[in-house]
Structures are given as structure tokens and as C-alpha cells.
């Protein structure tokens, strides 16, 4: 039967240095994935995970999509055929990093005034890694669940889940199948100090990459002169995308993420009225609250990578170019809607352009009459009373996605420290300076525990 794990302060204290240890290995891994098939070296991190998981007697399995793209999935069944599975998911990958922006080094994992320094402390190896624990905690101390537990640490989560979480779900689903998901990425602190707001992410927007081939005319650079040159052409195709502003359209989360903010009635009304907000946004001082807002309540589009499909010399003018550009969609919006928004913003460059598709996984949203989800803000007011559970929709992609197109209801959850400025670690992801404070990693690490209480009692 269900048991509860409510902890003293030693055992909590020993299971968050378990958890400071292998997110630092974690770290030093560098499984860095630059979205070529060759990269990420994902094998690295979860080896280093099935050796800490070994030795308790947990089912483990390791599943590698390509060379060194390996996931691992362990398990501890229920007594329950009829309960629903848990699924503890966290990706091993992290983002490519430039270290002359940091000022420590981005793979030393070091522990610095409290704070674990290195690239994926927070995407999301602080979560993978607290995950880890708590599942061997649960394990070793011969817990069994109504329903299967799973936990499943997953490569290729930031190029899209090609060689992850969509590999597994194409070739491995009974591996990882759950009826529910906590994955990245909640928990953060908002509100008054006293009753706060506590994020859980029930929905993303959707991902809709696009490749747009621009089309020219070869040429000896000698010769500009009235020459069609996909160069010069995709530069103009930058500058629309760039300055394409769709009209806003407010989701259903977004009035309870409004009230969330903590600002006055004459703010909130701005922020609800779709004919007023666009200014407000142009005006706000803070251009990182106002790019999140924007992101919010727009379909957003960022082109980001330029190049060409065969290689570029100074002296010949290009007959092909390539821009490829990061749609974010918002829900309800399809293909069709991001190829007529790519004509309205293009204008006559339109017929100039080869769209073709990368990536196109719709928004979704998990709804939150679940027992998980009670089970979540009965776990997060045993170290936080006041606080209330809020849904929200996130504007990157996860994992939790391809859980979703199986039918499961998956959330990004987590609990960090009220003292960890949301807006601050929102500017670590894929950022300069990444670092999880320690008292983060012992209440997230706390919260998985008291989540898998709560769900089965």
C-alpha cells in the first residue's frame, strides 16, 4: 500500500546532496546537442544515470535511437492493474554555449555561494537528476505504487525529440506509456510572499520550424549590377519576418496568467483588451517582460539560422539561400495558418520562397480536473501553505508534447525557492551564466516524492 515519505531534515539534506552529485556529473558530460544526428552523446549521461539507479533492484532498460542517442526507461510496477502510471520524464540534452559569455566555466558544475554553475543546471538536468533521486529513494526503501511508476530520462529533447521522446513513442511506446506526466518546467514563485502564485505549465504553443529557400541567379561577384541575388534577396526576407507583427489573440490560460502578475486594475484591463496591449507592449521599459508577454499572446517569428545547401564563395553570387525561421503558434492555429501568415508577412518576396516544413507539433494543453493535479498543490502546500496552484501555458516546446498526442495529461512541475527571481532564471535558459541555487534542488527534489504520495493515498 502508499506510504508517505514526509522527511526530516537529515534524510532530506542526504538525498539533496545525491542530487547536487549527479547533476554535477551530469553537467560535466557536456552532452551537447547541436541538432545534427552525430551530437549529443546523450549514451554519456544516461549511463551515468543507470549507475546510480543500479543496485536497488529496479528494472532498467536502455533503448539508443542512432549512435550515442541513448534513453533509459526504469520502472517500478504497481500492485494496481487498474491505476493509472506516473511517468517522471526529464531529457539528458543540453544547448550548444558560447563560453565567452560566462563568467565560469559552462562544464565545471561548480558549486559557487549556494549555486551549481553549468550548462542545463536549469534545462533541465536539476530536474532529470532530482528525479533520478527521489525514483531510487522510493526504490531502496522497498516502496511499491498503486499504479506503474516510471521514470524515463530521454536524449534529443532540444532538437525536437527525433532520436528522444518521439523515437521512443514510434518504436518503444509500451516502454514508456503513462497515463500521466511530469516533465519540465514549473514551480517558479509569483504574487504576494504571503498567499503566492505557483506555476505549473499544463501547455505549450506549438512548433512550427520552417526552412525557406530563397531563389537567384548564379553570377561572378565582379558583376552586381542588376543581378538576382539570393543573398541580397534573403536579407529582405529576414527584415520582413522580423518585423511581422500578427494581431494578438489571447488563449484561455491567458486571463488566469494576468491575474497571476501582480499588477493594477487598470494594467490588467490593458493587458485583456487585444485592441490596447500592443502599445502597452511597445511602451513597457523592460524589453524581457515585453518580449515574454508578446510571446504570450502572439503567434511569434524568429528567423535565426541563414545558409545555403552548397557552399558559398566570395566571388559568385548565390542562386540559393536558406533562412530558417522559429514559428511559435499559438492553440488552434495549423500548417495552413503559419504558410498564410508567412504570405502576409513575405508580400510580393512570396514567389521568391520555397517553404518548406522542419517541424510542425500543434500547441497543446493537458486539463487540470486530474488527480495529479490535486496531487500537485497537495505536495506544494506541505512546504508552502498559502500558496495556490496556477496553470500555465509556456511558450517554448517540451517533451510533454509527444505525451500528449498519446493521450496523457503531462505537466511541467518543479518547486524552486521563492527567493529565485522568475524574469532572472528565465534569462538562464539557453543563456549565459545557467546555475540552480541548492535550495531549489532540495525542495524539487522533496516535491516528486511527496507528488507520488499524494496521487496514490
Excluded at 102 to 117: A, Q, T
Excluded at 190 to 205: C, L, Q
Aim: with cysteine.
Amino acid at each position: 500500500m502508499s506510504q508517505s515519505f514526509a522527511s526530516g531534515f537529515s534524510d532530506e539534506h542526504r538525498r539533496t546532496g545525491q542530487t547536487v552529485e549527479l547533476l554535477t556529473t551530469l553537467i560535466r558530460n557536456e552532452c551537447v546537442n547541436d541538432g545534427t544526428p552525430e551530437s549529443g552523446g546523450e549514451v554519456r549521461n544516461a549511463d551515468a544515470i543507470t549507475a546510480y539507479l543500479d543496485g536497488v533492484g529496479l528494472d532498467l532498460e536502455v533503448f539508443d535511437a542512432a549512435p550515442g542517442r541513448r534513453s533509459l526507461v526504469a520502472r517500478i510496477e504497481g500492485y494496481d492493474p487498474a491505476a493509472p502510471t506516473l511517468c517522471l520524464m526529464g531529457h539528458t540534452d543540453v544547448v550548444p554555449v558560447n563560453p565567452d559569455g560566462w563568467s565560469r566555466e559552462p562544464f565545471s558544475g561548480e558549486l559557487i555561494d549556494g549555486e551549481i554553475w553549468g550548462r542545463g543546471a536549469v534545462d533541465m538536468l536539476n530536474l532529470t537528476s532530482s528525479m533520478a533521486v527521489a525514483f531510487r529513494h522510493l526504490a531502496a526503501t522497498g516502496y511499491r505504487p498503486k499504479g506503474d511508476l516510471v521514470y524515463f530520462a530521454c536524449a534529443d529533447e532540444e532538437a525536437g525529440s527525433a532520436f528522444g521522446a518521439r523515437w521512443m513513442a514510434e518504436h518503444h511506446r509500451d516502454a514508456i506509456s503513462a497515463d500521466y506526466v511530469l516533465t519540465e518546467n514549473g514551480g517558479l514563485h509569483s504574487g504576494p510572499r504571503d498567499a503566492p502564485f505557483i506555476g505549473m505549465n499544463v501547455g505549450e504553443k506549438g512548433v512550427a520550424w520552417r526552412r525557406l529557400r530563397v531563389r537567384g541567379v548564379p553570377g561572378h561577384g565582379s558583376r552586381p549590377f542588376r543581378q538576382n541575388n539570393a543573398l541580397v534577396t534573403a536579407a529582405a526576407v529576414v527584415h520582413r519576418i522580423a518585423n511581422y507583427r500578427p494581431p494578438p489573440r489571447f488563449h484561455e490560460l491567458w486571463r488566469e496568467q494576468v491575474d497571476t502578475l501582480g499588477v493594477d486594475e487598470d494594467t490588467r484591463a490593458i493587458l485583456l483588451d487585444e485592441s490596447r496591449i500592443e502599445d502597452w507592449l511597445d511602451a513597457h521599459p523592460s524589453a524581457s517582460t515585453a518580449a515574454h508577454l508578446y510571446s504570450c499572446t502572439h503567434t511569434s517569428f524568429s528567423p535565426n539560422v541563414i545558409g545555403a545547401p552548397t557552399s558559398m564563395k566570395t566571388n559568385v553570387i548565390p542562386d540559393h539561400v536558406d533562412v530558417e525561421v522559429d514559428v511559435r503558434t499559438l492553440p488552434g492555429e495549423a500548417a495552413n495558418d503559419v504558410q498564410a501568415h508567412l504570405d502576409e508577412a513575405l508580400g510580393d518576396l512570396a514567389d521568391e520562397v520555397d517553404v518548406e516544413i522542419i517541424m510542425n507539433d500543434p500547441a497543446s494543453v493537458s486539463r487540470v480536473d486530474t488527480p495529479l493535479w490535486d496531487a500537485l498543490q497537495i505536495a506544494v502546500g506541505r512546504r508552502f501553505p498559502t500558496a495556490r496552484l496556477t496553470p500555465q501555458l509556456i511558450i517554448g516546446f517540451t517533451d510533454s508534447r509527444v505525451y500528449r498526442d498519446l493521450g496523457a495529461v503531462a505537466y511541467g512541475a518543479g518547486l524552486f525557492s521563492p527567493d529565485l527571481d522568475s524574469s532572472d532564471y528565465g534569462a538562464r535558459f539557453h543563456g549565459n551564466d545557467e546555475r540552480i541555487d541548492l535550495e531549489s534542488l532540495a525542495l524539487t527534489t522533496q516535491l516528486w516524492l511527496d507528488v507520488v504520495d499524494s496521487l496514490w493515498s
